[in-house]
């Protein structure tokens, strides 16, 4: 192919990009599926799935910092997973417990406020001192606001945000803008693109209300492979995307113009 074709070629392929949007996405939320089935695969038990898990973790915030992504949602442990044996179900909460100590220093060196989503009123008491306690220790930090859903379900938190609501607002009209101050996940913005690894593809009760115009990346990297490389392909194939929100696609490139 000669030059001129390679640089038609360019100005086609840039002007796709365009076409659609070229801006990253300001909230990201993964739900980290596959630990287990990681662990199961190299002959371990599941409980090492997660250890190895953290490091994604780890990997995954560092990208997220990187790229300069100011929201960053995990889903750390559902309302349903403590429905898990008793023995995996306390040894996630030592690793959080542990993990969250760690990082301490590396999430102030980067500026990262971390906060948590959900009820932690059943988390065991060592486990809910430790986050409050990060919580305050960051909540000053500008960089990047680093979400953990933790004892977190979609519902639940919908159900909280309602009766809340009922207790203090019993007969006046509620307004969506009103009824998002009631949720755990309130003071996040709206989720732009939601990452699931694992293979499966479905929501699993993940932020019911925030994904409403999510887009939405599924893979069948196991959540411990999961780097900054698959992050990246993930934030590629999001830039891609038409994101119309009701609209057609003539109005979204009129408005370009």
């Given amino acids: 192919m000669g030059k001129i074709a390679l640089l038609f070629k360019s100005v086609l392929m840039t002007s796709a990009s365009e076409t659609y949007h070229n801006s990253l996405p300001r909230h990201v939320a993964i739900i980290m599926d596959g630990n287990g089935r990681w662990a199961k695969l190299r002959g371990k038990d599941r409980i090492y799935g997660h250890v190895r898990g953290v490091e994604a973790v780890r990997k995954v915030v560092e990208a997220a910092r990187e790229k300069q992504i100011p929201y960053l949602t995990l889903y750390t442990f559902s309302t349903e997973n403590w429905q898990r044996p008793r023995k ?20 102030t060196e980067n500026r990262i406020k971390t906060v ?24 000053r930090n500008p960089a990047m606001t680093l979400s953990l859903a933790l004892n977190y379900g979609g519902q639940a938190e919908i159900l909280h945000a309602v009766n809340a609501l009922l207790k203090e607002c019993p007969e006046k009209p509620v307004s969506g803008t009103i009824f998002e101050r009631y949720l755990h ?3 996040l913005p709206d989720v732009d693109l939601m990452i699931r690894t694992g293979g499966e593809r479905r929501i699993s009760n993940f932020l019911l209300w925030k994904i409403a115009y999510a ?21 590629t194939d999001y830039l891609k995307r038409e994101r119309r929100y009701g609209k057609t696609s003539e109005q979204i490139h009129s408005n370009e113009d």
Wanted: charged share 40%; glycine share 2%.
């Fill in 88 to 107: 995996e179900v306390d040894a996630l909460m030592r690793l959080l417990a542990e993990t969250v100590r760690k990082e301490e220093k590396n999430l």
């Fill in 116 to 139: 948590v989503i959900g009820d932690k009123s059943r988390l065991p008491a060592e486990v809910k001192e430790i986050f409050d306690e990060i919580e305050i220790k960051t909540s």
């Fill in 215 to 235: 887009e939405l990346y599924f893979t069948p990297v196991l959540w411990p492979d999961f780097d900054k490389t698959e992050f990246e392909k993930a934030l």
């Fill in 185 to 187: 996940s309130g003071n």
